[in-house]
């Protein structure tokens, strides 16, 4: 299986060209790409706010990664619904917020 990084540069630049990014969920089964989505995940302010189901970025593990891809790989895993904060800006505006789980990280 390809690195992380190839796989997300490939998907990157056919989405720039707008090609059609076939086989897309069978690289969900990629560990590395999980792992490289809580590295970023980890990294940010705010990892260890607790999502809807009261989980931190912390409280990842291999296990669980693996748990992940094999409820994707037999089509059982169920997305939970986001947790949505609206930071105020300067302009008035709000900004929306979504803290997700590293399945979330690793398909964008």
């Known amino acids: 299986m390809q690195s992380a990084e190839t796989v997300l540069d490939v998907l990157r630049e056919r989405g720039r060209r707008g090609l059609p990014c076939d086989e897309l969920y069978r690289q969900l089964f990629n560990r590395d790409l999980y ?22 970025v912390d409280g990842m593990s291999l296990a669980k990664i693996e748990r992940i891809i094999d ?38």
Request: glycine letters at 10%.
């Open 35 to 56: 792992l490289l989505a809580y590295g970023r995940i980890y990294s940010n302010q705010g990892a260890m706010t607790p999502g809807v189901t009261g989980e931190t």
């Open 71 to 108: 409820a994707m790989r037999h089509e059982r895993y169920r997305f939970s619904p986001a947790r949505r904060i609206y930071i105020p800006k300067r302009t008035g505006n709000s900004v929306a917020v979504h803290r997700g789980r590293v399945n979330f990280q690793a398909v964008a």
